[in-house]
């Protein structure tokens, strides 16, 4: 059974930081490329930051500089470090595995407010 399972989501004032993690289980992580995505409410979900399984990584213009995306595959776990938080990050971030199959774990929120 496959699961991806996202945390570290919460309420951070602008400028502020957070660390999501998403640990996968049931897969050959070091195979997979991983994602974050986001959806805010009314929008389009849109992929934040990539990683392949050499990781190389990309990100949307809109985190560039502020974001980073990395793999530990010794514990099977993609990260995104997000620093100088905007109220436009505020949205639900979802991690997806890709490889021959496709998996998507179940979201976690980040609300940026002050």
């Known amino acids: 059974q496959v699961q991806l399972v996202e945390s570290g989501g919460g309420e951070v004032q602008p400028g502020g930081s957070l660390r999501l993690s998403c640990a996968a289980s049931?897969?050959?992580?070091?195979?997979?490329?991983m994602g974050w995505y986001r959806q805010a409410p009314g929008k389009q979900r849109e992929l934040v930051a990539a990683?392949?399984?050499?990781?190389?990584?990309d990100y949307v213009d809109s985190v560039k500089g502020r974001f980073t995306i990395s793999r530990d595959n010794t514990k099977n776990t993609v990260y995104l470090q997000m620093n100088g938080l905007k109220p436009e990050d505020t949205a639900v971030y979802y991690c997806?595995?890709?490889?021959?199959?496709?998996?998507w774990g179940q979201g976690t929120q980040v609300t940026v407010s002050s």
């Open positions: 997806k595995a890709n490889y021959v199959s496709v998996y």
């Open positions: 049931g897969i050959i992580f070091s195979l997979y490329s």
């Open positions: 990683i392949t399984r050499r990781s190389s990584t």
